[in-house]
């Protein structure tokens, strides 16, 4: 069992910038592709960022591409997704995943879920 913890969110303005955080438990991070996704209340979970096991290849989501970045940190078990230009429609709760595989973007096929961590974006 992987456990992981997403932490970072908050409340920001329609511009600004944050940066989540999740940090996985075990020791085998690099072998699972990381993956962040969002889901907005009575929205369908929408996939934001995944990164492969190494770090050398990362996808992103159309609506937020060129405007966050993923990334690892395999030696600290932690994986970042730095938000910038934040709209109001970015606001949602943002939740880390783990999937034991190649990085897709298929929520299902994804293994392990953080708790999540709102991120609100006021106008």
């Known amino acids: 069992q992987v456990q992981l913890v997403e932490s970072g969110g908050g409340l920001v303005q329609a511009g600004g910038s944050l940066r989540l955080s999740c940090v996985a438990s075990g020791r085998t991070f690099s072998s699972y592709a990381m993956g962040w996704f969002r889901q907005a209340p009575g929205k369908e979970r929408e996939f934001i960022a995944t990164?492969?096991?190494?770090?050398?290849?990362?996808y992103y989501g159309g609506s937020v591409k060129g405007r966050f970045t993923i990334s690892r940190d395999n030696a600290k078990n932690t994986v970042h997704l730095q938000m910038n230009s934040l709209k109001p429609g970015d606001t949602a709760v943002y939740y880390c995943?783990?999937?034991?595989?190649?990085?897709?973007?298929?929520?299902?096929?994804?293994?392990?879920w953080g708790q999540g961590t709102q991120v609100t974006v006021s106008s």
């Open positions: 995943a783990a999937d034991h595989g190649p990085p897709n973007s298929r929520y299902y096929e994804y293994d392990y």
């Open positions: 990164i492969s096991g190494s770090g050398g290849d990362t």
